[in-house]
C-alpha cells in the first residue's frame, strides 16, 4: 500500500509537450492509458503546451504511421478514470477557457499534485 487510503498505486505522468511533438504525446496517453486501465490511481500533469490538450478536440490526428489515433487513446485513458492536471500559468499564459475543459480536467499546479502525490507516486515524464 502507498498509503493514499484505497491500496490503489499511484502513477504521474508528465506532459510538457502538446502537437507539435505528436509521437511524444501518442506515448504518454499509451502509457497513462494502460497504467489506468491496469487499475492503477492516474494523473497527467499537463505543462507548457500539452496543456492545450486539456480542450476538447485538440487530441486530434494519427502521430506516426501504424500509430493508433489520438482521440482514442484519449478518450481511453477518460474512460479507464485517468485525470488531467492542467498547469494554471502554463494554461493562463496561453489566455485558454477554463470552463471549456474537458470532464475529466482541472486546473492545479505544484502543490495539489503534491498534495495528490502524497506518500508516493511512480512518475513518468515526457
Known amino acids: 500500500m502507498n498509503g493514499n487510503g484505497n491500496g490503489k498505486r499511484k502513477v504521474v505522468v508528465n506532459l510538457a509537450t502538446g502537437l507539435e511533438d505528436p509521437e511524444r504525446v501518442m506515448v504518454a496517453f499509451l502509457v497513462a492509458g494502460a497504467a489506468a486501465t491496469a487499475g492503477k490511481d492516474v494523473t497527467m500533469f499537463l505543462t507548457k503546451e500539452a496543456v492545450r490538450l486539456?480542450?476538447?478536440?485538440?487530441?486530434?490526428?494519427?502521430?506516426?504511421?501504424?500509430?493508433?489515433?489520438?482521440?482514442?487513446l484519449a478518450a481511453q485513458f477518460a474512460e479507464a478514470g485517468g485525470r488531467l492536471l492542467v498547469c494554471p500559468i502554463c494554461f493562463s499564459a496561453r489566455k485558454l477557457a477554463e470552463d471549456a475543459l474537458v470532464e475529466h480536467a482541472q486546473i492545479g499546479g505544484a502543490t495539489p499534485l503534491w498534495q495528490w502525490i502524497g506518500e508516493g507516486a511512480t512518475v513518468f515524464s515526457y
Open 54 to 72: 486539456a480542450l476538447p478536440g485538440v487530441a486530434e490526428g494519427v502521430a506516426c504511421d501504424g500509430c493508433p489515433p489520438l482521440p482514442r
